[in-house]
């Protein structure tokens, strides 16, 4: 199951998280995939090293696979640019 969350952008954090809005996308995910580009270092890794907004990847890239009606799995790829 893949589910969209939407959290109001207000403060405290805790606070805007019980007024999240949570439903699903899709109940057909087999599986999600992320990889990171690391610019500095010129390679693409499955694990996000640093926590810290100097630490972003520039890019990540994401592949879901998803089944069809009929049980056939469809994989579809995207990247996102990060900027801090």
């Known amino acids: 199951l893949l589910i ?10 805790d606070l805007a998280c019980k007024d999240a809005l949570r439903f699903p996308i899709t109940t057909q995910l087999v ?3 992320f990889k990171f ?5 010129n390679e693409w ?5 640093g926590q810290k907004a ?6 990540v890239q994401f592949t879901l696979w998803l089944k069809s009606d009929k049980g056939r799995v469809t994989s579809y790829t995207s990247a ?3 900027t801090p």
């Open 37 to 41: 580009y690391d610019k500095t270092n």
């Open 80 to 82: 996102v640019k990060l």
């Open 31 to 33: 599986n999600l995939e």
């Open 4 to 13: 969209r969350e939407e959290i109001p952008n207000r403060q405290p954090f």
């Open 54 to 59: 100097a630490n972003l990847p520039t890019i």
């Open 45 to 49: 890794s499955t694990e996000w090293e």
